[in-house]
T-cell receptor, first 114, second 111 residues
Framework: AQSVAQPEDQVNVAEGNPLTVKCTYSVSGNPYLFWYVQYPNRGLQFLLKYITGDNLVKGSYGFEAEFNKSQTSFHLKKPSALVSDSALYFCAVRGPVNNNDMRFGAGTRLTVKP | DSGVTQTPKHLITATGQRVTLRCSPRSGDLSVYWYQQSLDQGLQFLIQ???????AKGNILERFSAQQFPDLHSELNLSSLELGDSALYFCASQGPNTEAFFGQGTRLTVV
């Protein structure tokens, strides 16, 4: 069965600095990979996805993610963090074989300090 | 608006009681997932339904049960409630070639 790991519970960065939120996955076959963001007292919002094609995927709010097949990773990145980016970020994976089953990581809390 | 509707938004109930949370998925989505999130923690996968059938089970307590009806809406039943069941309960729906879309959640408070 597919699974994801987000190795960091918490990531702290200063405003204006680049940020990276890490995600590794395990799946049979080619993965479908997703990032979601959750602001306080809200549901999860879709940020971006990788299905196929270019390994660098661009999404909402200036975020991007890089798919690395050899390292089975899909790290979320942003060149310049904003205080308003502070939120909980979830990585998710879906396998192509059983493509209706999504699995989410435990989440990483990003705090951007002014 | 994700297109996924959860009701009620808030629910306060006493220990020992039973509640039902409802989820209406996006039109045409056959998969429904239920998740529990406690105090800004990660998502705990509870259960998944696909076109009326149970597809996968996660960390769902025996006191909890769910079902998906022919019109594809789903209900999560929580019984013999305990203080520790207080949490946000999210429903998500998913189509065959899409990402999952989440509802706004039901905040359950057990007093």
């Amino acid at each position: 069965a597919q699974s994801v790991a987000q190795p960091e519970d918490q990531v702290n960065v200063a405003e204006g600095n680049p940020l990276t939120v890490k995600c590794t996955y395990s799946v049979s076959g080619n993965p479908y990979l997703f990032w979601y963001v959750q602001y306080p007292n809200r549901g999860l919002q879709f940020l971006l996805k990788y299905i196929t094609g270019d390994n660098l995927v661009k999404g909402s709010y200036g975020f991007e993610a890089e798919f690395n097949k050899s390292q089975t990773s899909f790290h979320l990145k942003k060149p310049s963090a904003l205080v308003s980016d502070s939120a909980l970020y979830f990585c998710a994976v879906r396998g192509p074989v059983n493509n209706n089953d999504m699995r989410f990581g435990a989440g990483t809390r990003l705090t951007v300090k002014p | 608006d994700s297109g996924v509707t959860q009701t009620p938004k808030h629910l306060i109930t006493a220990t020992g009681q039973r509640v039902t949370l409802r989820c209406s998925p996006r039109s045409g989505d056959l998969s429904v997932y239920w998740y529990q999130q406690s105090l800004d923690q990660g998502l705990q996968f509870l259960i998944q339904y696909y076109n009326g059938e149970e597809r996968a089970k996660g960390n769902i307590l025996e006191r909890f049960s769910a079902q998906q009806f022919p019109d594809l809406h789903s209900e999560l039943n929580l019984s013999s409630l305990e203080l520790g069941d207080s949490a946000l309960y999210f429903c998500a729906s998913q189509g065959p070639n899409t990402e999952a879309f989440f509802g706004q959640g039901t905040r359950l408070t057990v007093v």
